[in-house]
């Protein structure tokens, strides 16, 4: 997985992220609340790992993950922890960036975390030799594909897309999930939603939308054609 973009907008930040995954894989628990080191996340939870690739808090935290690093990487047989389990961990810490600083990634699959916290944006990388921190401009859009499953090519054409898609849409909510559901929906390889001979296929779109007093996560589960919204309507300040 996966496909993410970040959009900051008359102060209101938009973060969508399209799940790609194998269909051999359990359906997704559709986002509720957890109870983690005494801190309530929010998120989809995998049921075969128990992890998430999405989470957030009440506390204008969201968190999400794409597999892989800068380019492709061949797999390893074994790896000691789920990558899904490393966003929990980061996010239920009272610091994400100290905790990222301290945590140990060793025999970790690379993977990147784009993360968005007392409103800053961080992209953090691993890359199975090292960690990698990158400040990111908080009033400038982004758009991440992941690198196992798009080549170098096709995501600086995803780019060129998210560019012509911020140039001529009012960027709502509603617009950016429609960019991200129907964006080269002919194209079921590389276009934003995929379906590779029925074995790897986008399975959900997951967006919350931080505005000055509020919090909504909305989540449309393609496989069931179920949408969820307003899980969250009141944030803690």
């Not at 957890?34 to 690739?53: C, E, S, V």
């Not at 916290?117 to 199975?128: A, F, M, T, V």
Request: with cysteine.
């Amino acid at each position: 997985m996966c496909t993410v973009s970040f959009i900051y907008s008359n102060n209101v930040a938009i973060l969508t992220h399209n799940r790609d995954e194998k269909t051999s894989r359990p359906s997704a628990i559709h986002p509720k609340p957890y109870l983690i080191n005494n801190k309530t996340i929010y998120f989809p939870k995998d049921p075969q790992a128990g992890g998430t690739w999405f989470a957030l808090t009440q506390s204008k935290t969201v968190l999400v993950l794409l597999n892989g690093a800068q380019e492709k990487h061949s797999p390893k047989p074994f790896y000691r922890k789920s990558r899904g389990l490393i966003v929990l961990d980061l996010i239920s810490a009272d610091s994400p960036i100290d905790e990222w600083n301290k945590i140990e990634l060793s025999n970790i699959e690379p993977f990147t975390i784009v993360l968005f916290h007392e409103s800053k944006l961080y992209q953090l990388r691993w890359n199975d030799v090292e960690k990698i921190i990158l400040n990111l401009e908080v009033s400038q859009s982004y758009i991440w594909s992941s690198s196992t499953l798009y080549s170098e090519e096709v995501r600086k054409n995803r780019e060129i897309l998210f560019q012509d898609f911020l140039n001529s849409n009012i960027l709502s909510p509603k617009e950016i999930l429609h960019f991200h559901q129907y964006t080269n929906e002919n194209d079921l390889e590389n276009g934003l939603i995929i379906n590779r001979n029925g074995k790897l296929i986008t399975q959900s779109i997951t967006q919350t939308v931080f505005d000055e007093n509020k919090v909504v996560l909305s989540y449309v589960d393609l496989i069931n054609h179920q949408e969820f919204t307003n899980l969250i309507t009141q944030i803690i300040i």
